[in-house]
């Protein structure tokens, strides 16, 4: 079947296909740079085991070791990825160099990111930003609930100076910068005392967030999260905590909800409209849980498609909901595993944007007409679509970008010992 052919069917049903493609092009979705090195940055010494209650398992060969490398990476998946992207960066990934030498992550300044600045201004991209709170020294192992007043200063003083980063970034690239906050502050076991940690987790983030920035440019997240390894029993940051520090400070921060930090039977894509009821804009880290794990490579499953389908009906697309992944996986090809990642969702959102809008059904209360016709949507003729999508945005179909991948793996990826 031909793309006219498939475009005729999807009319059929009030489809506009072209417009769909047209509208999911502009559409910014931030590339997560951690999938490319295993979450290990270069601040640190590489070796050290990664912190704050996340793991990458595997040793696949071809981990970026230097920034160099993984901007390669980086530009091989974007070469790869159809639509717009961002690229969101940790502050674990400032470079140093002759000029800029090493400073602890309390002294990290806009300079330590100038080489990615240009990066991406050379390829057009926004760029989003992360404080690191996890994977060094000074995790105690808590960080801005910590008890000790030293260690709570130190990761303020990192998250001030990361606000300060991303205010240069959004004023070099003209976008916005998501600044997402995230702790692995917790406990492995039952607590002396829950509240207290959640008292100096909001007066911590009270003082990174009164280092001035433009709120319109520079976009504060606060991300929650239901537990992580070896941090079972108590996270400070837990959804009620990450949500009611968001709506008492709606005019300083967003929500965000990683759809990897929820007990196994709630979906995020039932959270979306709940949330934009309330916020004028909320963030998203898509990742795809699997039991206790959070950061499997995202698929092209039921979630993933419920989820953009909700980020489109709810009219998302427009700036009110800030998409990025999260998800990193060391034991196949990272290169393969970002760009399947990517690429689902960019699909997952396609299919959203074909699919007739049954609210009209909803409200005349047609449950047998809804579940027709969600059923059959399901045998479209997509891949067509799909293909036209990636054709117009000059990246390869499916079964044309693998044998790149392996290439690239042959080439350069097995040479990095
Ligand atoms: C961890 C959180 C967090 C991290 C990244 C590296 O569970 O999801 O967003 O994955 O910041
Ligand atoms: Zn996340």
Sequence with gaps: MSYIEAKKKYAALGVDTDAAIKCLRKVPVSLHCWQGDDVRGFDTDPNKPLTGGIQT????????????????????????????????????????????????????????????????????????????????????????????????????????????????IADELGQPCIMNIWTGDGFKDI???????????????????????????????????????????????SAEFALSYAAFNMDKCIPLMDNGHFHPTEMVSDKISALLTFFPEIALHITRPVRWDSDHVVLLDDETREICKEIVRCGGLDG???????????????ISAWTVGTRNIQKALLMALVNPDLTELQNADNWTEIMVMQEEMKTMPFGEIWEQYC??????????????????ENDVLIRRK
Aim: glycine share 6%; with cysteine; net charge neutral.
């Design 391 to 408: 054709k117009e945005c000059g990246v390869p179909a499916d079964r044309e970008w693998f044998e790149k991948v392996k290439k690239y």
């Design 320 to 334: 009110r909901v800030n998409i990025a992944l999260d998800f990193f996986d060391a034991s196949v090809n990272r």
């Design 57 to 168: 398992t595997g040793n696949y060969p071809g981990r970026a070791r230097t920034p160099e490398e993984l901007m390669d990476d980086i530009d091989f998946v974007l070469a790869l990825c159809p639509g717009t992207k961002k690229l969101n960066l940790h502050a674990s990934y400032a470079v140093f160099n002759e000029e800029n030498p090493w400073v602890d992550r309390n002294r990290l300044e806009p300079r330590h990111f100038a080489k990615w600045v240009t990066f991406c201004k050379e390829r057009g991209l926004g760029c989003d930003f992360n404080p690191t709170f996890f994977s060094h020294p000074m995790c105690d192992p808590q960080t801005l609930s910590s008890a000790n007043e030293k260690t709570r200063k130190f990761w303020i003083e990192h998250g001030k100076a990361c606000i300060r980063i991303s205010q240069y």
């Design 191 to 237: 607590p002396a005392n829950r509240l207290e940690p959640r008292i100096r987790y909001r007066e911590s983030i009270n003082e990174i967030l009164s280092e001035p920035y433009d709120f319109t440019q520079v976009k504060p997240c606060i991300e929650s999260k239901v537990f992580g390894i070896g941090v079972e029993a108590y996270t400070v940051g």
